[in-house]
C-alpha cells in the first residue's frame, strides 16, 4: 500500500500542541516524562497526534512504543467489531516522537508504512511557509504574512452583496479599491452559493465575469481567481485573465480537474456537506474536524493523481457550508488541525451567518465580528484570508498572526 493509501486510511493529524510548561493542566502531557529542566522544560512542545483505523496488534505496538520512549498513548474502542481496528491517540515531544517512529520501522511490516506517515505528519505540522507558482512570478504565503482575497461577487443574489456589482465598470473599481486596501487575489464569482440558492447556467456565469476580468486585468496585474465549479466558466475566465481555480466542488467535475492539471494553475480545494441548496439541512458529523481533514486528504490526492501539481492546491474547511453554528466555532478553534495535510489553508468567514447568530447582527453589521473571526484564523494559522472587507480585515490578520508567532520586532515600549 502506497503512503498516500496508508495516509488516507490512518488519517493520522495532530490535534493539539502545548507547551512544556502547560503540562500539567493539560491532557496532552499527562503520563510525559519531560526532557530536561527549566528552560528547557518551558520550550518542550507536546504534540497530540489522532490515527484512525489502526488494526489491534499494531494499535498495541504503538502503545508500547509510546510508552517505551516515555510518552503517553490511547487506544480507543474499535469503531466496527466485524473489522477490528481503533482509533490511537499519541501524545508526545518531538524528540518522543523519533523513538516511537525507530522503534515502528524496527519491527518492519505494517508499522514502517505507519511511521513514515506519523513522520510525515508531523512535519507537515511544523510547516509554514509555502508559495503559489502564478503567471507572474510566485505569491509566497508563510507566517506572519496574511495574505488577503477579496471578495467580488458579480451575481444579483449573493448574501452579502449581490447585485452592488453587476454592473462592469463598478465592479471593476470595488476589485481596484481592493487592491489598494491590501488584497493579494482578487477572487470573483458569478454564482451565488449562499444556502438555498439554486445554480447558475455556464452561460450565465459566464457573461457575468469575463466582461469583468477582462476590464480589470488590463488596470491591474493582481492576481484573479475564479469561483466556480464548471470548467466551462474557469476556461472562459482564464481566457479573460484569471490564474487561480476557488472550487467549492473540490475539483467533483473530472473536466474541472483536467483543465487544472493543463493549466498547473494554483487551485483552492473546499469541503462542503451536500450542495449549497441542501447544505444546511441538519448537517451531522461524528468526527468533525477528523472528516474534514480526510475529505480535503482525500481530494488533494484525487487532484494530484488527475496531474494537478501538489504544491499548486490550497485547502478550505468551507465555514458554512454543510456546518452548524456550533460546528464553524470548532473548526476556528480547531484549524491547525488541517495543518497536518501539509497544504496552505484558506478561510472565509466574511459576514457569514455565524457571525450574524452570535452578535444578533444583519449583513452590514457583521464588519467587527468578521475582524475578530480573521484575527483568530490567521493566529490559528491560516494563510489567505477571503473577505470582503479588506482593510479591516488585513491589519487584523497581521495582529493576530504577529501575536501567534510572538516575533514581530519590537517597535516601542508601550
Known amino acids: 500500500m502506497n503512503s498516500q493509501a496508508l495516509a488516507a486510511r490512518f488519517n493520522p493529524r495532530v490535534i493539539d500542541s502545548v507547551s512544556g510548561a502547560d503540562t500539567t493542566e493539560h491532557p496532552a ?25 489502526v488494526g489491534l496488534p499494531l494499535a498495541q505496538r504503538l502503545r508500547q512504543a509510546a510508552l517505551s520512549a516515555g510518552a ?35 519491527a518492519n511490516g505494517e508499522g514502517t508504512g505507519l511511521a513514515d ?33 477579496g471578495i467580488l461577487n458579480v451575481t444579483p443574489d449573493s448574501f452579502s452583496d449581490g447585485g452592488r456589482y453587476v454592473e462592469v465598470d463598478t465592479a471593476v473599481e470595488r476589485a481596484l479599491e481592493m487592491v489598494r486596501q491590501g488584497a493579494s ?13 439554486l445554480p447558475a447556467t455556464a452561460d450565465e456565469e459566464v457573461s457575468r465575469v469575463v466582461p469583468v476580468i477582462e476590464a480589470f486585468s ?35 467535475d473530472a473536466e474541472m480537474a483536467a483543465f487544472a492539471a493543463e493549466r498547473g494553475c494554483p487551485v483552492i480545494l473546499m469541503h462542503m456537506r451536500g450542495t449549497p441548496r441542501t447544505m444546511q439541512e441538519a448537517p451531522v458529523y461524528e468526527d468533525l474536524m477528523g472528516e474534514i481533514t480526510l475529505f480535503l486528504r482525500k481530494a488533494v490526492d484525487t487532484a494530484v493523481a488527475a496531474g494537478v501539481r501538489r504544491e499548486q492546491i490550497v485547502v478550505d474547511p ?38 450574524g447568530a452570535i452578535l444578533d447582527a444583519p449583513v452590514d ?26 482593510g479591516e480585515c488585513l491589519d487584523a490578520a497581521t495582529v493576530g498572526a504577529a501575536i501567534a508567532e510572538g516575533s514581530f520586532r519590537e517597535i516601542g515600549s508601550e
Open 72 to 106: 503517553s498513548a490511547t487506544i480507543g474502542n474499535p469503531v466496527d467489531a466485524a473489522v477490528p481496528r481503533t482509533p490511537v491517540t499519541i501524545a508526545a515531544t518531538r524528540g518522543q516522537y523519533r523513538n516511537i517512529l525507530d522503534r515502528l520501522r524496527s
Open 318 to 355: 468551507g465555514i458554512g457550508f454543510g456546518k452548524t453554528l456550533a460546528h464553524n466555532l470548532n473548526i476556528l478553534r480547531s484549524l491547525k488541525v488541517l495543518a497536518s495535510l501539509g497544504r496552505p489553508i484558506l478561510v472565509g468567514t466574511s459576514r457569514k451567518s455565524f457571525i
Open 29 to 53: 502531557g499527562a503520563g510525559l516524562v519531560l526532557e530536561g529542566d527549566g528552560a528547557t522544560r518551558r520550550q518542550t512542545r507536546f504534540l497530540a497526534v489522532r490515527i484512525d483505523r
Open 218 to 252: 488590463r488596470q491591474s496585474l493582481c492576481p484573479v481567481s475564479i469561483d466556480t465549479s464548471k470548467p466551462e466558466v474557469a476556461r472562459a475566465a482564464f481566457g479573460a485573465g484569471a490564474s487561480i481555480i476557488n472550487d467549492i466542488t473540490a475539483l467533483g
Open 365 to 390: 453589521e457583521r464588519r467587527f465580528g468578521t475582524a475578530a473571526s480573521v484575527a483568530l484564523c490567521a493566529a490559528g494559522g491560516a494563510h489567505i484570508l477571503r473577505v470582503h472587507d479588506v
Open 185 to 197: 487575489i482578487i477572487d470573483v464569482g458569478g454564482e451565488s452559493t449562499r444556502p438555498g440558492s
Open 117 to 149: 506517515c506519523l513522520d510525515e505528519t508531523l512535519r507537515n505540522y511544523e510547516r509554514t511557509d509555502y508559495s503559489l507558482a502564478l503567471p507572474d512570478g510566485q505569491l509566497p504565503l508563510g507566517a506572519g504574512r496574511p495574505v488577503i482575497m
